[in-house]
């Protein structure tokens, strides 16, 4: 019996980072949906938030940034300094119109040459880590799946090839490390200033000689005629390899372990390539790595009957938006050829996810290349999950892989 088993769904604190790492919070979700969808929560530790939990709410939460602000915070609990001295700065806490144009020099960078050469990249990276997997048998795929979004982010930032391992050493830390109650530990903070440093050598080199990638467009770019300063350029830098870094990472770990407890689903889209599109969809609805998104409100408002006030916090929980039974037919079921999908994994509004179609640009090619290469899944040792209530994923995965090519082993 795991630790949720045992929670009462109308008294639990679903913010509660151990209870996301000990078993499965689905019950609860779907008791709050029924039951209480729109929940006023007053943590021991003092801090109060509504809990959103039903599709239709979240998505008005979402796509509402006048009554529903990013600029104070995107994650429940975090350092309040921190998001004060970040808002109007870095593109995830702005809200329009300035987040509008912090996010159109950053797309300026998504030029069809660099869209074709991440292409590449993913693939080529996808073939190295699974060559490696494929001869160990079996691995961690929480580092198989690592290499992938780094090497990408990096590579659209414009960080050169061979920093991509400390990059993917430091950013593994620093969105990693979590102290007891969930907070950054002091690794993570002591990473995040390693890589503050790095951006800030970068930047430079970007001002004498820019390229095409992402830091150059930044120091290049500017809003109401003013360019953004280093610090801009550096927190943006932050938020793209976190967010680029998460999403893939842990629906990719997300997506192996599915399908190692559903061969049968493994076996279709193995029969029929063409659900792959779909069955990405799937595993980001599945999955959702994205566990919450907060907003605080600017104004008094009602939702779901329940009275909001001017201040206070509304935190949208993306996996029980992503099992909404009004939206999503027989939703605790896994299945690759759903459609539509209306999943909320990359949020909604002006803060739909900037790299969303990158995401799923490198979930196609790695599940492509494991459905071509990989005949079998199954779990072979331990599975750990991240002690977040703001990331849905793993910190290890041990898996076997077994060959398509090898001997009996489709049968």
């Known amino acids: ?111 069809a040459r660099t869209v074709h050469r991440l292409e590449q990249n993913m693939r080529s990276t996808v073939t190295e880590s699974l060559d490696r997997a494929l001869e160990q048998g079996t691995c961690d795929f929480v580092e198989v799946a690592s290499r992938l979004p780094v090497a990408v982010i ?101 997506g192996v372990l599915t399908f190692a407890a559903r061969p049968d689903q493994w076996r279709a889209l193995q029969a029929e390539p063409a659900l792959l599109p779909s069955a990405v969809d799937e595993i980001l609805r599945w999955t959702s790595p994205g566990a919450h998104a907060l907003r605080t409100a600017t104004r008094d408002t009602e939702l779901a009957g329940r009275r909001i006030e001017e201040g206070q916090q509304v935190v949208v929980w993306g996996p029980s938006a992503n099992r909404d039974e009004s939206v999503f037919e027989d939703p605790d079921t896994f299945r690759i050829d759903r459609t539509p999908n209306r999943h909320v994994t990359f949020g909604h509004g002006a803060h739909y996810c900037l790299g969303g179609a990158l995401a799923v640009s490198e979930l196609k090619v790695l599940f492509g290349e494991l459905s071509r290469r990989v005949a079998d899944i199954e779990v072979a040792g331990p599975v750990r999950r991240v002690r977040s209530n703001h990331i849905s994923g793993y910190d290890e995965a041990v898996v076997s892989l077994t060959p398509a090519g090898d001997k009996g082993a489709r049968g």
């Not at 039951?35 to 109060?48: C, H, I, K, S, Y």
């Not at 915070?73 to 001295?85: E, K």
């Not at 414009?158 to 400390?166: A, K």
């Open 154 to 254: 990096c590579d659209l930032l414009g960080v050169p090839r061979e920093d991509w391992d400390f990059m993917l050493d430091r950013t593994t830390v620093a969105f990693g490390a979590v102290d007891e109650d969930g907070a950054p530990a002091d690794a993570a903070i002591e990473a995040h200033a390693e890589i503050l440093l790095y951006y800030s050598e970068l930047v430079q080199e970007r001002r004498r000689e820019p390229r095409e990638d992402v830091i150059s467009a930044l120091v290049q770019g500017t809003v109401d005629g003013v360019p953004l300063s280093d610090e801009e350029i550096f927190l943006n830098c932050d938020g793209l390899i976190s967010g680029g870094n998460e999403t893939t990472r842990h629906a990719s770990v997300g």
């Open 1 to 111: 019996m795991t630790t949720t088993d045992m929670l009462d769904p109308g008294s639990v604190d679903i913010a509660d980072p151990h209870l996301h790492s000990q078993g499965d919070l689905h019950p609860v979700w779907r008791w709050l949906r029924q039951n209480d969808p729109v929940r006023w929560t007053v943590r021991p530790n003092g801090l109060a938030y509504w809990s959103v939990t039903t599709h239709a709410e979240a998505v008005r939460v979402l796509r509402d940034s006048k009554t529903f602000s990013s600029e104070q915070g995107m994650r429940l609990g975090g350092d309040v300094r921190a998001a004060a001295a970040a808002s109007r700065k870095m593109l995830i806490v702005t809200d329009p119109p300035r987040h509008g144009a912090i996010r159109r020099i950053i797309s300026s960078a998504f030029t």
